[in-house]
């Protein structure tokens, strides 16, 4: 009676394959008097390896077992599914199943399945090949002296780069499959021995409670780990650069890696660690504090400056010496508009071009940016417009926005720094304050899977800050203290 449920679940399968418009294929065999079924999906399958792995060896197999110009003989045993499996097939990546129901599921992941009637279980064989590009060199982890491999949009490729740079057996890839519909596969990557097991057991239970029909980028995983949906700091890192990986392998975080796309998450991220780039590792100590404290800096010129500008021209001008003060004056005597209304226009304009310069094709988008912010900028001076203090001002936090190696956290300034105008523009000095607080408190309230997202500032662990100032590996004697690892010592 089991054997004819099976019998009928399978006919039931193949069937609704050939029916249906799904494209899925069907490959019927007769090998010793027995009917072998191939199901396999043509875009997703190596149709070389589906061939000299599968077929040739079975039917190989079926003609040494019959000579030559005579019939089988219906005494002849029939295959079983385990013979094909152990000493038939070429296949190096095999599976016994008896789950019937995810034959579908399997097939569209460019499995080959592999079944016969009479038997439970059936083979899945891995013949999976998907369209790839080449490994590149990184687009957003730029670097002078680094590795130039960047991960792409398949998740074994990613896979085999980590492995290259960490050949540790502590190293842990645990799998998960989410979206009900594109079922993309799901990586979350640490080393068992180090990692503090909290960050894990938050990671995965946030994956699992993941329900949605489909999951396209790694940016799906991230908002959907996130603590709150409107935090404005980020609380993950991005990489495609499999050396920053590895890197914080080391120091006892997390990576996830999402079929399908080329960026890494890593978590947790601590405010600081977003301006620390490769780099700042592999360059002599005092270039690499230099590079960090600028990158620093940046950070806060492109929050500010637009709001201290308009503080310093409309409140408080007496703060700057004197010959400048008529200096100012005389540049914005015929500029129409306030100072407030004049940087948010330009601060508009400047975002503006900078999604321009974004969508443009590579071989245009450089020249027109530089081009446009040129004659913009000169013909809105001449035409009285706007200040040329305004203009310098507006370029240099333009510039300053782009310093930070991970560019998401530059994100919240895009926003903050309208607030800022706002409250500067009303209020002054005070306004200002006042909007540096409401940020100060934002930032500070932020956490990364439980971790002080201030660390090591606040609270103060100097042996923390001094490691992450340094960033020279001969100094470092242990792991940032704020992720509580198990193993601490590095040498």
């Known amino acids: 009676m089991l054997k ?80 094909i499996a152990y000493s038939m097939i070429y296949i190096d990546d095999i599976e016994l199943s008896e789950d019937i129901a995810k034959i579908q599921d399997y097939v569209l992941k460019g499995k ?6 009479s038997s439970e279980q059936f083979i ?39 492995r290259y740079r960490i050949k540790d057996s502590q190293l842990r890839i645990e799998p998960f499959t989410v979206g009900k519909r ?8 640490y080393i068992e021995d180090v990692v503090n097991q909290k960050y894990v057991d938050e990671i995965r239970n946030r994956i699992q409670k993941i329900n949605i029909d489909g999951i396209i980028e790694s940016s799906y995983i991230q908002n959907f780990i996130l603590n ?14 499999s050396d920053i990986v590895a890197g914080n392998l080391l120091e006892g975080k997390v990576c996830i890696l999402v079929e399908g796309s080329p960026i890494a998450l890593i978590l947790p991220k601590v405010f600081v660690e977003f301006f620390d780039s490769n780099d700042d590792h592999y360059n002599n100590v005092y ?23 308009v503080s310093v021209v409309s409140f408080h001008p007496d703060i700057i010496p004197a010959q400048y003060i008529l200096a100012l004056a005389i540049a914005r005597g015929s500029v129409p508009f306030n100072a407030l209304t004049e940087a948010i226009i330009m601060e508009l304009v400047a975002e503006l071009l900078k999604e321009a310069s974004i969508r443009l094709p590579k071989q245009i988008g450089p020249a027109i940016g530089i081009v446009g912010t040129i004659v913009i900028g000169q013909a809105a001076v001449q035409a009285k417009l706007v200040s040329p203090l305004m203009v310098i001002v507006v370029a240099l936090v333009t510039m300053s926005s782009f310093v930070a190696p991970d560019y998401t956290i530059m994100n919240p300034v895009r926003i903050y720094k309208f607030m800022l105008l706002l409250f500067t523009g009303v209020l002054g000095l005070f306004g200002f304050t006042m909007g540096m607080t409401i940020i100060v408190i934002n930032l500070i309230s932020t956490n990364s899977l439980g971790t002080v997202y201030t660390a090591p500032i606040s609270p103060l662990n100097l042996t923390d800050l001094r490691n992450y100032i340094l960033s020279n590996i001969s100094l470092r004697k242990g792991r940032p203290e704020f992720l509580n690892t198990k193993d601490s010592t590095r040498q």
């Open 124 to 162: 899945i064989a891995n013949t999976t090949k998907v369209q790839q590009r080449s490994i590149s060199s990184p687009d957003l982890d730029q670097t002078l002296r680094g590795p130039r491999d960047s991960f792409t949009e398949n998740t074994d490729t990613n896979l085999s780069l980590v």
């Open 287 to 309: 270039i690499s504090v230099l590079t960090k404290l600028i990158r620093i800096f940046s950070f806060f010129v492109a929050l500010t400056a637009s709001s201290l500008y």
């Open 182 to 189: 594109t079922k993309t596969s799901v990586s979350v990557i």
């Open 228 to 241: 709150h949906t409107f935090d404005m700091f980020p609380q993950a890192g991005i990489t495609e650069s």
């Open 112 to 117: 080959s399945i592999i079944l016969i009637k």
């Open 4 to 83: 004819n449920s099976v019998e009928k679940e399978y006919t039931s399968i193949i069937d609704e394959f050939k029916k249906k418009n799904t494209g899925v294929s069907v490959r019927q065999l007769k090998l010793l008097n027995t009917e072998v079924y191939i199901l396999y999906l043509p875009q997703l399958t190596d149709r070389d390896k589906l061939s000299e792995c599968i077929l040739k060896p079975l039917l190989q197999g079926n003609a040494h077992s019959t000579p030559q110009g005579e019939l089988q003989s219906p005494t002849v045993q029939k295959l079983s599914i385990e013979k």
